[in-house]
């Protein structure tokens, strides 16, 4: 059985930071593009970071850019994002997903496996 299982998410004051982490069991995902996406209430997921199986490409959202950091330990089957100087705007369940796809696509459709998705919430 395939699982992407998040973790790291909670409550934080706007300006803080969390690291959410994404382990994968069931398989190894060391050639699966990763991504994370979130949702708020009332919104659809969106597309916050992305990361080439390699780990040497990365993208990101225009609204989390130089705030999120997105990495990958393929010897852990694990998938990271750093978020810091989070804000209000922030708040949302974030999912990390994992592609068959050679490029690191931001649409999530191309996404193959998803987590359960973990609640972050910046209070302001």
């Known amino acids: 059985q395939v699982q992407l299982v998040e973790s790291g998410g909670g409550l934080v004051e706007a300006g803080g930071s969390l690291r959410l982490s994404c382990a994968a069991s069931?398989?190894?995902?060391?050639?699966?593009?990763k991504g994370w996406f979130r949702q708020a209430p009332g919104k659809e997921r969106e597309f916050v970071a992305g990361?080439?199986?390699?780990?040497?490409?990365?993208y990101y959202a225009d609204s989390v850019t130089g705030r999120f950091t997105i990495s990958r330990d393929n010897a852990k089957n694990t998938v990271y994002l750093q978020m810091n100087s989070l804000k209000a705007e922030d708040t949302a369940v974030y999912y990390c997903?994992?592609?068959?796809?050679?490029?690191?696509?931001?649409?999530?459709?191309?996404?193959?496996?998803w987590g359960q998705g973990t609640q972050v919430t910046v209070s302001s």
């Open positions: 069931g398989r190894t995902f060391s050639r699966y593009s």
């Open positions: 990361i080439h199986w390699s780990g040497d490409r990365k």
């Open positions: 997903a994992a592609s068959r796809s050679i490029v690191v696509d931001t649409t999530a459709l191309k996404y193959d496996y």
